[in-house]
């Protein structure tokens, strides 16, 4: 794991630009960098236009993503509510806020606030006014619920790799966690490390279209390309949190 000293990172890198998805010559559309460059199991599937795609190739130079058509596991870069790119700590912080009871600053449509009263009925058990939920299903599925954005989370599952499950695809809402964690387990995995931030997990090929990326040592290239998927005052405001257990039961 890679250690942070907290001294000059901050929580707006540079953002980097949206990759051109390609089958064969014709373009699909585009996705966001980190589902590119997020470290997982098996093949690389991402879900564009209505269906999934298998990655095929990645041009790191061009920006350009090659893929063919496959059956299903697709996964697109959007919020747990569905609006996409909601990724940044702010702007899920705001959109809890929305869930917990605050109504936005705007005129809002009949349908609108029908959507919203189904938003909130449906994330009622996962959010709470006091700090973040860790959840247990019946079925020993294990849930942080920290709403902090897709570069915190990704954040927090690095530096909490002994309570976070493996080579998870992290998203905006949530990280899941071990289905072995407990309340002892979570105390001593988060003592202190507040301190010791690590940045997330990048994959290695990803590294090839870093810009300049060929004249720094490998380490570096690759710590640099981590901070900017990183975001680390977001993951510290999660671990400032007060954290509750909850074991959801079917409805």
């Known amino acids: 794991m890679r250690r942070v000293v907290p001294v000059s990172w901050t ?11 390609l089958q064969g010559r014709s373009e699909i559309g585009r996705t966001d960098p980190d589902l590119l460059t997020e470290e997982i199991e098996g093949p690389r599937k991402l879900l564009l236009a209505g269906r999934s ?4 190739y990645i041009d790191w130079h061009r920006k350009r993503c090659f893929v ?8 697109a870069k959007w919020s747990g509510l569905g609006f996409e790119r909601a990724t940044s700590f702010e702007l899920m912080r705001a959109m809890r806020e929305v869930l917990l009871g605050s109504d936005p600053d705007v005129a809002l449509s ?21 700090g973040t939920l860790i959840t247990r299903t019946s079925g020993g599925q294990v849930r942080w619920w920290t709403w ?4 915190a989370n990704a954040t927090l ?8 499950a493996p080579a998870q695809r992290v998203n905006d809402c949530w990280i899941r966690l071990r289905e072995d964690v407990d309340r002892q387990h979570w105390k001593q995995a988060v003592a202190d490390v507040s301190d010791q931030l690590c940045l997330p997990d990048v994959d290695q090929r990803a590294v090839k279209g870093l810009k300049f990326g060929e004249a720094l040592p490998t380490r ?6 981590a901070t900017r998927f990183a975001d680390l005052e977001g993951a510290r405001a999660v671990l400032e949190e007060p954290v509750r257990f909850v074991i959801l039961t079917p409805s």
């Open 11 to 21: 929580r707006s890198p540079p953002r980097a630009t949206w990759a051109a998805l």
């Open 53 to 56: 795609w298998l990655v095929t």
């Open 68 to 75: 063919e058509p496959t059956d299903s596991g697709g996964k």
């Open 110 to 130: 009949k349908r609108a606030v029908t959507a919203l009263s189904e938003a909130r009925e449906h994330f009622m058990d996962v959010v709470h006014p006091g």
């Open 148 to 151: 902090a954005g897709h570069r």
């Open 157 to 164: 599952a690095a530096t909490l790799g002994t309570v976070a």
């Open 220 to 225: 570096l290239a690759q710590a640099t390309l």
